[in-house]
């Protein structure tokens, strides 16, 4: 079945610094792929997606590009924040008798510092 | 536009006992999702709603079931509970027969003492 494997954290960063958080999955076909974020205390929210090979999702200064080449999915930031400390989950759909559910990462835990 | 609601927002519960939760989707949406994070993990897909019935389950015992309303509103009940049912629930409605993109709600944090 489908399954997503991201890189482990958590990942310490200083304010303004480049981010790159790994995500690589196995799929039969190209399902579309999705980077969600959690806040602390809170639920998830939709953070990007991509629909289709090469597309490139983007929101918030956050960009992923989905490359069915190497199966990848790899979470990038230019400059981060320390609003940007959260929990971030790749996920992807599993088709199911015509119905899907998401299959997600273990999550990868982001601190940015001042 | 109201998003994904969920209530209530923490319950505490002990050995034993019963719980509901409850989750109203995004307008427009027709399919609930329901989800459970335990600590420091990822989501894990619990069922999926879409006219009033279950149209797919996770590796979830029988003690967990649901309900969808003509609403589309949702509810997760959990029977018998166990000490490792706490974790954060979490409800997800998507449009177009679960087709489209899911969205999730703040979530209900459950505690099982």
């Known amino acids: 079945g489908n399954s997503v494997t991201q890189m482990e954290g958590p990942v310490t960063l200083s304010e303004e610094a480049f981010l790159t958080i790994n995500c690589t999955y196995t799929a039969t076909g190209y399902p579309s792929l999705f980077w969600y974020v959690q806040y602390p205390g809170e639920g998830l929210q939709l953070l990007l997606k991509a629909t289709k090979a090469d597309d490139k999702g983007s929101n918030k200064g956050f960009e992923a590009t989905y490359r069915k080449e190497t199966t990848s999915f790899h979470l990038e930031k230019g400059s981060v924040q320390v609003s940007d400390s959260a929990v971030y989950f790749c996920?992807?759909?599993?088709?199911?008798?015509?119905?899907?559910?998401?299959?997600f990462g273990t999550g990868t835990r982001l601190l940015v510092s001042p | 536009d109201a998003g994904v609601t969920q209530s209530p927002t923490h319950l505490i519960k002990t050995r034993g006992q019963q719980v509901t939760l409850r989750c109203s989707p995004k307008?427009?949406?027709?399919?609930v999702s329901w989800y459970q994070q335990a600590l420091g993990q990822g989501p894990q897909f619990i069922f999926q709603y879409y006219e009033e019935e279950e149209r797919q389950r996770g590796n979830f015992p029988d003690r967990f079931s649901g309900h969808q309303f003509p609403n589309y509103s949702s509810e997760l009940n959990v029977n018998a509970l166990l000490l490792g049912d706490s974790a954060l629930y979490l409800c997800?409605?998507?449009?177009?027969?679960?087709?489209?993109?899911?969205?999730f709600g703040p979530g209900t944090r459950l505690l099982v003492l």
């Open positions: 307008s427009g949406h027709d399919t």
């Open positions: 997800a409605s998507s449009a177009l027969a679960g087709q489209e993109t899911q969205y």
């Open positions: 996920a992807l759909p599993f088709m199911n008798t015509g119905f899907q559910k998401l299959v």
